[in-house]
């Protein structure tokens, strides 16, 4: 049964709530808001005991939220269900977790929420350098070989949803071997590997036929830190300037211009 509220969305219901009720009692004791409104008649009538009944009831309220923050501090686990979905959940942890790690666990499960059709995408994109829970960190490194294989590609300007990236049996077995102890460990083998590449290329050639961009602009709205690579030719051209007849010019290519002829560009701009 679907859940209405995830148990970190309700935690922080929660500890609003009590944040709430903070900013009330603090503005009973400035005078703000009249104390009849929280305390009814249990303030005596020259307000002699109404500093001991907020001491008591602040206390009281920064102990429930401490726990309350305590109770939904949550780390994302990968869950690989016995039909071969991967279900992302939230688990409970004493572990210290960065600020960093929370906001990419949180954007992580948004995607999953939101596309689920291409979470996995972004998942690939996501910074290896930030910390993520084993089983998580696991299939964002099988899903960065993928990013990594597809950026690699030449003329994937031109290609866009028709280039073909096939995996490598290395990269395969390799992950094969890597698997880390985590729910669902058992059901991961190599048609399951193959069925998230092939989701992976899916996704992309899904995604890229409906931008309006280039890949480059595809790619740089998940990731700035990662380039395109295109291919590099080489010419034998004359030398005008120089005591031989012939010298060799590096060009680079990532596209096709509007006549459908390559369009060159010195090898110094693509570094």
């Known amino acids: ?10 935690g922080r219901i929660l500890i609003g709530a009590f944040v709430l009720m903070l900013i009330m009692h603090v503005l009973v004791l400035t005078g703000v808001m009249p104390s009849n409104f929280i305390w009814g008649g249990q303030v ?9 009944l907020e001491v008591v009831a602040i206390s009281l309220t920064l102990i429930f939220t401490g726990i309350a923050a305590g109770k939904m501090k949550q780390e994302l686990h990968m869950v690989v269900m016995p039909d071969g979905s991967l279900q992302p959940e939230w688990t ?5 977790t960065t600020l960093s790690s929370e906001l990419m666990q949180t954007e992580i499960f948004r995607h999953f929420s939101a596309t689920p059709s291409s979470w996995l995408l972004f998942l690939g994109f996501c910074d290896p350098r930030v910390s993520l829970s084993p089983s998580l ?6 899903s960065g070989r993928f990013i990594r294989k597809l950026t690699r590609t030449p003329d994937l300007e031109n290609l866009r949803e028709r280039a073909t990236i096939d995996i490598s049996p290395a990269v395969l077995s390799g992950s094969l071997e890597s698997v880390p102890m985590m729910s669902g460990a058992e059901y991961i083998n190599r048609d399951l590997l193959l069925g998230v ?3 992976l290329s899916s996704a992309f ?12 602009s595809f790619v ?13 030719f080489f010419h034998l051209v004359e030398n005008k300037h120089g005591r031989l007849p012939f010298a060799f010019l590096a060009t680079y ?12 560009l010195p090898l110094k701009h693509a570094l």
């Open 1 to 10: 049964m679907k859940k209405l509220l995830s148990a970190k969305l309700a």
């Open 44 to 52: 005596a009538a020259d307000g002699s005991n109404l500093l001991q």
């Open 92 to 96: 409970d942890t004493k572990a210290y």
């Open 137 to 142: 960190s696991f299939f964002r490194r099988f």
């Open 197 to 199: 590449w092939a989701n």
């Open 205 to 216: 050639s899904s995604l890229i036929q409906n931008h309006v961009g280039s890949v480059k």
């Open 220 to 232: 740089r709205s998940f990731s700035p830190d990662i380039h395109l690579v295109g291919r590099v």
């Open 253 to 264: 290519s990532t596209r096709v211009g509007g006549k459908g002829r390559s369009k060159h």
